[in-house]
């Protein structure tokens, strides 16, 4: 349904987005990654068709965005980062003008609209100036006007960008909802909405791709991917851990924390070092309330490919407790 072709936007001096081209099916939810000034809202707003492409093409729903913007953007919904919208409007006036853009008449009007509402939970502050909505209610209603159309297919830039625990988990869970039947992209540097909510991640950095893959690909690519992760309850038994797991020839590293009790057993490429973490464990009798193998972690990937100069591991012998 989308795909960008050696997509490329220059400003002045500035390669913000370096011939970028991906395609994404029906089914997929995108998870669009990078950090600040990465390219992720220039790439959104080039497929929305808010800005030009320099060079490079973008096809969505089998329309070319520049050649056949209208049919381009009558399948698509797009929620711009921040949100934005006329604060001086009602909640109410803003969906109606948002219908009438989308040239929504009649019943299927009427509709549309009640569904917005009601999905978003937009009832209670549907009389409500706009610009007097908490922060958490203008998301909803961004996200209103993005869907109010039903369209096949949801641009979303950072979408829980400086909301609270309990705003991002609403807005996770509708985005699960909403991908069940439409193709989502999501812009974010938010790295646990990834596992929350997309089946595929690309990560860019200075406007390049440097990785497509699933989550869990791209957490096997961690150190950590197979690392044994375990509580103490003693400090002299994190010490002692720390001095005979480090020992092991399937570990390349060992890190611990003090004032937690916890430690981690980094294992060489291709090792698994459960088994020998665990004889260790029974042969001291030590009380470890938790042991668990962890898949990876992402954050650790996402800065070794977007900032390969800050990675600093630690030799297996060097110790934090």
Known sequence: MITTKNLSKRYGDKLAVNDLTFSVAPGEVLGFLGAN???K?????MIAGFISPTTGQVSVCGHDIETAPVAAKTCMGYLPEGAPSYGEMTVSEFLDFVADVRGLTGERRRERRGVVI??????????QVVETLSKGFRRRVGLAQA???DPQVLILDEPTDGLDPNQKHEVRRLINELSKDKLVIVSTHILEEVHEVCTRA????????????????????????HAVSLRFERAEEL????????LLPEVAAVESNARELRLTAIPKPGANVLSAV??????NKWDVPELHLESGRLDEVFRSLTDPDGINIAP?????A
């Open 37 to 39: 000034g990465a390219g």
């Open 41 to 45: 809202s220039t790439t959104m707003r």
């Open 118 to 127: 009601d999905r978003l939970g937009l009832a209670p502050v549907i009389d």
């Open 147 to 149: 869907l109010i159309h």
């Open 202 to 225: 690309i990560i860019i950095a200075n406007g390049r791709i440097v990785a497509d893959e699933t989550p869990t690909a791209l957490e096997s690519r961690s150190r950590y991917h």
């Open 239 to 246: 010490k002692a851990a720390s001095r005979e797991i480090s």
């Open 278 to 283: 665990s004889a260790i464990i029974v042969k």
């Open 316 to 320: 297996a012998a060097e110790l934090d």
